[in-house]
C-alpha cells in the first residue's frame, strides 16, 4: 500500500504547509479526498436508478420461472443484454476504493512512515479541540461520534442502493444488513478507542460528507427514476 500511501502523504503534507495546523489539515484532506471519489458514487447511483427500471421485468422473469433457476439465470442474462444493464456496475466503485481507503488508512495510522519530513512527524502530535494529540487514541468523544455518523450512513444505505435484481437472495441478506446497522457502528467505536485519534477524525468526517453526498445523490436518482418512468409512457 505504499504507492498508494506516499503519494497521499505527500497531499497531506503539501496542504499542511498551507494550512499549518494539523487538525484542520485533515479535515482539508479529508473533504479533498471524498470529493475526488464523488464520481464513483455518481456512477453507482445511475446503476442503482437503471436496476430501478429493469426490476419490473426482473420480477416477473422470476415469477414466471421460480421453479426452473436454469432457463431464470438465461432470461435473467438476456434481459442485462437487452436493457444494456450490468448489475455489478453497483460493486464497481466499491471495488475501486478499496486500495484507496487501505491507503489512507496506514497513512493516517502512522503518518511518520510515509513523510520524511520531520515537521510533520512533529504535526502529528499536535492538539486538536480536546484531543491533546492526534497521534494518539480518543478514548470517547471521536469514537462516539464516529460510530453515530456510519449509524446514520446505514439507515441511508438503503435508498443509495436501491432495489436488488435478485428479491430471494435480498431476503436472504435483509437480516444480515439489519445486524450490521447495529454491529459496525458499535465496531467503529470500539476500533476508535484504539487506533489514532488523527484516523478516527478522518472516519467521521469523511462519514459526513458520505452522509451529504448520500442526500444529494438520492435525489438525484429519484430523478433519474422519474424521467426514465416518463419516457416509458
Given amino acids: 500500500m505504499k504507492y498508494i500511501a506516499g503519494p497521499l502523504g505527500m497531499l497531506l503534507n503539501a496542504i499542511y504547509e498551507i494550512n499549518g495546523h494539523y487538525g484542520f489539515t485533515l479535515i482539508i484532506f479529508t473533504l ?22 429493469v426490476q419490473p421485468k426482473m420480477q416477473a422473469l422470476q415469477k414466471k420461472y421460480a421453479n426452473d433457476r436454469e432457463t431464470l439465470n438465461v432470461k435473467m442474462m438476456e434481459l442485462y443484454k437487452e436493457e444494456k444493464f450490468n448489475p455489478m456496475q453497483g460493486c464497481l466503485p466499491m471495488i475501486i ?41 480518543d478514548l470517547w ?6 460510530g ?25 441478506m435483509a437480516p444480515m444488513m439489519k445486524m450490521m446497522r447495529y454491529f459496525f457502528p458499535i465496531m467503529i467505536v470500539l476500533m476508535g478507542r484504539s487506533f489514532p485519534a488523527g484516523l478516527t477524525l478522518y472516519w467521521f468526517i469523511g462519514t459526513l460528507v ?8 438520492n435525489a438525484w436518482k429519484k430523478r433519474l427514476i422519474a424521467k426514465s418512468s416518463d419516457e416509458r409512457k
Fill in 32 to 53: 479533498i479526498v471524498r470529493i475526488c471519489l464523488f464520481p464513483l458514487y455518481a456512477h453507482q447511483i445511475k446503476g442503482t436508478a437503471k436496476m430501478a427500471e
Fill in 97 to 137: 476504493q478499496l486500495p484507496i481507503i487501505w491507503g489512507l488508512f496506514n497513512l493516517l495510522r502512522n503518518p511518520t512512515a510515509y513523510m520524511s519530513s520531520t515537521e510533520m512527524w512533529i504535526a502529528s502530535h499536535e492538539a486538536f479541540f480536546w484531543v491533546p494529540d492526534l497521534s494518539q487514541p
Fill in 141 to 146: 468523544i471521536l469514537p462516539l461520534l464516529a
Fill in 148 to 172: 453515530a455518523a456510519t449509524f446514520f450512513s446505514f439507515i441511508m444505505a438503503p435508498n443509495m442502493m436501491g432495489p436488488q435484481p435478485m428479491g430471494g437472495a435480498a431476503g436472504q
Fill in 210 to 217: 458520505q452522509i451529504v453526498q448520500t442526500r444529494i445523490l
